[in-house]
């Protein structure tokens, strides 16, 4: 079957070739997890397939990059001249309302001071103005003597 090894090359000789058998797993299972203590790992490690075969490797530190942060769209210090222009105005407004509502109470105070005055001295006058035939009261008169406090008549 072999061929003839050549009459010049003796020392040859023809070498069987092996061809890998391909490993058709019947079940797939999940590897068992190997414990590890808490803050301690191994600088060997070996994980059990579930056809039986253990792999063993040395664990392999992913240096984990630096995260990202993306600046801010707006500078910090901007956004609290913001939040200060806000604040103030917001005092001012208030401010205003405060001394518009002084003013406007100030006022309306004002005019009940007014209408008192006027109703008031309104009263006054008609008391005063009055016809005499109103015979409630002390009547005085010169000319005739005549003094109804006092029952006096000349």
Not at 6 to 22: C, I, K, N, Y
């Amino acid at each position: 079957m072999h061929p003839e090894p050549a009459r010049h090359a003796p020392a040859e000789r023809a070498l069987p070739v092996h061809s890998p058998t391909p490993i058709t797993p019947s079940v797939v299972h999940p590897a068992p997890v190997v414990p590890v203590q808490p803050g301690h790992v191994s600088a060997v490690a070996s994980i059990v397939l579930p056809d039986g075969r253990v792999v063993t490797g040395y664990a392999i530190e992913h240096p984990q990059p630096a995260p990202v942060t993306a600046p801010p769209p707006v500078s910090r210090a901007a956004v609290n001249v913001a939040l200060g222009g806000v604040g103030f105005l917001a005092v001012c407004g208030g401010l205003l309302l405060l001394t518009s509502f002084i003013a406007a109470l100030t006022a309306f105070i004002g005019q009940l001071i007014i209408l008192a005055a006027v109703i008031f001295g309104g009263w006054i006058a008609v008391q005063v103005l009055s016809t005499s035939s109103h015979r409630s009261g002390t009547t005085v008169n010169i000319r005739k003597a005549t003094f109804k406090r006092n029952h006096f008549h000349g």
